[in-house]
Structure formats: structure tokens, C-alpha cells
């Protein structure tokens, strides 16, 4: 999560200068030395070659500038440019988060810059994260695609679940999108039922985090077991079982809120 003392602000066209927290990205890819620091300004290419530079707020002072040049861009041996999940656990927690936001930002300026409703080519509005059209005056704001997760447990047992596309043997708990016109309660008994097959009751919300792959928030809650056989669904799960505090698989990183929810879930069982 962003660090506490992280204020947003909103400012294009922003000079960079050296005591500047720099979210640098060449493509689609963060800017970092080898041992996870960020860049400072005159490590970067030239300034007035890049796509978008803006401050998006400040922490503990600090101002926090995005910035981004094409892919092709050459950049100093002396820095790496990584994907953001490479960066999970290369940078301090409070730059991750941040690096976090200002790629959201940078995805929505480079996917909204012509007008969804005439075409035309949009305009960055200078103190707010929008981009307005100058023809028919639309106005669009960053994507946040809010998604659910659950965690179901059964005595002392939870559900746990791998997806074709997690790092081999790593399982976590349920998850899917919110689909248009549901709550978000209606996509947990939705999801669960489509996944794995069970119904549950008892759903207790649990907290939430920025998933920034590219737009997601995740809404996580966990649920008690009430019927079902688990049957995984072909092509979305790869398998599902039951699982006790003492087998239980790899889980998500120690970053993620799937593992923390993970943790809130093995702490419910061992009260009982």
C-alpha cells in the first residue's frame, strides 16, 4: 500500500530536479540500480525527450516525478530497466507502491489518447489525472478494475487454488473480476461457484490492495465452507484442494494481500 505520508498531487510539464523521487520507465519497464534504489535525475536520459513527465504527489516531502521515455530509449549501464512484478521485493515497500501508481497513471495516459466517443487526439488536463477531449469535451480518468478475492475455510482447513499462470507449485486463495451490475458480494458466491464448484455463507470482509497488472483493485474477504465438491474449472483453475496449517503449499509473496489474507485465514483455524 502507498506509504502514509504519501500526498497526491496532480502537476504536468514538471522539471525534474535532484532531490526528486524519479518513477522512470523506459516502455513499460521501471528504471532501477541492481541493488532496488531508484533513479535520481542525472541518472536518466534526456529530460526533454520524454513522452510525459509530471509530479503525481509527494512523500515526506519529496516530490515524486513520472516520467517515460519509448522503449528503444538508451538509458546508463549503471541502471536495469525491470518489469514491475521483477520489482516486488527488489524496492523498499513505500517506492514500490508508488512505482506502483504512477505506472496505472502511465498506462492510462498512453491508452486514452484519443477520444473513445469522436476520436480526436486528447490533452492531458493540467492538475488532474484526466484527459479531455477538445472536440466533444469527453473526459476520461485512470481504469481501476475492482476484482474480488476469498479465502474459504472448513474446520481447520483452507481452500487453496493455482492458476495456469502461477509460478509452479505456488497456490493462493480464489479470485476473479467484478462483472457489470454485481456487488461485489454477488462475485464472491459468483466466482467461488464457477472456480471450484462450492457454496459458502459467512463472508466477512477482510481488507483491499492496488493490484497495478494493470488496473485492478483487490477486494478481499473470506467465507465459511457450506457445500460442494471441488471441481475446478477447465482452463481458469489448474487444481484446488483443501489445505491444513501443517501441509500447506508455496503461498504469494509476502507483499501481496493474498498472502496476508492467507495469514488471517490460519489464524481463524488455530482459535478453534
Not at 27 to 49: F, N
Not at 139 to 152: D, E, K, N, T
Request: hydrophobic residues 40%; charged residues 20%; glycine residues 6%.
Amino acid at each position: 500500500m502507498l506509504p502514509i505520508k504519501f500526498i497526491p498531487k496532480y502537476k504536468h510539464r514538471t522539471a525534474v530536479s535532484a532531490d526528486n523521487l524519479c518513477l522512470a520507465f523506459i516502455g513499460a519497464q521501471l528504471l532501477v540500480h541492481p541493488d532496488g534504489r531508484l533513479p535520481v535525475a542525472s541518472d536518466l536520459p534526456a529530460h526533454d525527450t520524454a513522452e510525459i513527465s509530471v509530479q503525481i504527489g509527494s512523500v515526506t516531502g519529496q516530490a515524486c516525478v513520472l516520467m517515460a521515455w519509448h522503449e528503444k530509449t538508451s538509458y546508463a549501464a549503471s541502471l536495469q530497466a525491470i518489469g514491475l512484478r521483477a520489482a516486488w521485493g527488489l524496492i523498499a515497500d513505500s517506492h514500490y507502491w508508488i512505482a506502483a501508481r504512477a505506472q496505472q497513471l502511465l498506462t492510462f495516459d498512453r491508452q486514452h489518447r484519443f477520444c473513445g466517443c469522436c476520436g480526436t487526439a486528447t490533452t492531458r488536463m493540467p492538475k488532474e489525472t484526466a484527459r479531455e477531449c477538445p472536440a466533444c469535451l469527453h473526459r476520461a480518468y485512470p481504469r481501476i478494475s475492482p476484482a474480488i478475492m476469498v479465502l474459504i475455510k472448513k474446520d481447520r482447513q483452507l481452500l487453496l487454488a493455482r492458476s495456469p499462470h502461477f509460478r509452479s507449485g505456488v497456490y493462493s486463495a480464489l479470485a476473479g473480476f467484478v462483472e457489470a451490475g454485481e456487488s461485489c458480494e454477488e462475485a464472491v458466491f459468483r466466482e467461488i461457484y464457477e472456480e471450484v464448484g462450492v457454496k459458502v455463507s459467512k463472508l466477512s470482509w477482510f481488507g483491499s490492495q492496488s493490484h497495478p497488472f494493470p488496473h485492478s483493485l483487490m477486494l478481499a474477504f473470506i467465507a465459511d465452507y457450506v457445500s460442494g465438491e471441488i471441481i475446478p474449472q477447465e482452463g481458469e483453475i489448474e487444481d484446488a484442494q483443501w489445505f491444513g496449517p501443517e501441509n500447506l503449499p508455496e503461498l504469494p509473496g509476502k507483499s501481496s494481500i493474498a498472502y496476508h489474507l492467507i495469514q488471517a485465514g490460519l489464524a481463524k483455524i488455530a482459535s478453534k
